[in-house]
């Protein structure tokens, strides 16, 4: 998969030579389904990202399990990358998801999920150990923001929270560099990592409207690794584990089989972690409104 073409990214980095690939990030991806019986499968998953604008090649490995237990739905992922950059540094990072649904009733199916991503405890060293998917690193964590992306803080991928006020303590355990994939190829290695639980609920809200459905649900964030964040200019020493908790909900009025308007409300209130290494503690909030047309 030619995830960027040198000779468009020629454009924006004209020293280059995307004659011959310099600027090329291309991706070999493979992943294999086993079928378990009874809605169940398991899938192993190797993929090698040739990284040329970064000057990294890595080698991503896991095993996806997607199935059930009676009525209980389960999906759970566990990945690790391993590489290297041009430079000598070593890349060496994990993350893995796991969650649970459980249908209740119509209008009540509670879940719980687990994502964990591994940080960069010191930006200074030769290891780069903050995990970074290739263009996105939210595909293995549906049950974790609002379609698994909305706020769902991850590095580089949330830009209501990644820009100003909390962009360094929530993306960049220090210097940014050693980047090896990320939306946009613009993530940092040198990330603090994550830990975050989610639970919530969904369904539809058939006593008000048929056509009314709902997602919500609340979720506490912690850093992987702290060490990285103290080595910020704004951070006050000590960094604290705790990075803050995120609401969101999401109510949909399914008008037609055409037509579908969605509300969605999310908020990041900041916690102890995020105040030590950027001195604010100000809440982002985020109020969006979609209009969503099906042909």
């Known amino acids: 998969m030619p995830i960027t073409d040198g000779l468009i990214s020629n454009i924006q980095s004209p020293g280059a030579n995307p004659a011959n690939g310099e600027l090329d990030w291309d991706v070999f991806a493979s992943k294999f389904d086993i079928d378990l019986g009874r809605g169940s499968r398991i899938s192993p998953i190797l993929t090698y990202s040739d990284n040329q604008q970064q000057g990294a090649k890595a080698t991503y490995y896991g095993v996806e399990y997607i199935g059930n237990i009676g009525a209980m739905k389960i999906r759970a992922e566990a990945l690790g990358v391993t590489g290297s ?128 459905s709902y997602q919500a649900q609340i979720f506490p964030m912690w850093f992987q690794q702290t060490g990285g964040l103290e080595t910020l200019s704004t951070a006050s020493g000590s960094v604290d584990s705790y990075a803050g908790t995120e609401l969101d909900v999401a109510v949909k009025y399914q008008a037609n089989q055409y037509f579908a308007p969605r509300l969605v409300l999310s908020s990041f209130l900041p916690g102890k972690g995020v105040e030590d290494a950027t001195g604010a503690d100000d809440a982002a909030y985020v109020a969006m409104l979609e209009l969503n047309w099906n042909y």
């Open 85 to 212: 950059f041009d430079n000598g540094d070593d890349i060496s990072a994990f993350a893995g998801y796991a969650g649970l649904e459980y249908p209740l009733s119509e209008s009540f199916n509670p879940f719980i999920a687990l994502r964990v991503a591994s940080g960069d405890d010191d930006p200074a060293d030769n290891d780069v150990e903050g995990w970074l998917g290739i263009t996105d690193i939210g595909r293995y964590s549906p049950l974790i923001g609002i379609d698994g992306q909305f706020l769902g803080w991850q590095p580089n991928s949330n830009q209501a929270i990644a820009s100003g006020l909390f962009g360094l303590a929530l993306d960049q355990a220090g210097p940014g560099g050693a980047g090896y994939g990320g939306i946009s190829n613009a993530g940092t290695g040198n990330n603090p990592g994550q830990i975050m639980l989610s639970v919530g609920s969904s369904g539809n809200l058939a006593s008000i409207s048929p056509k009314l």
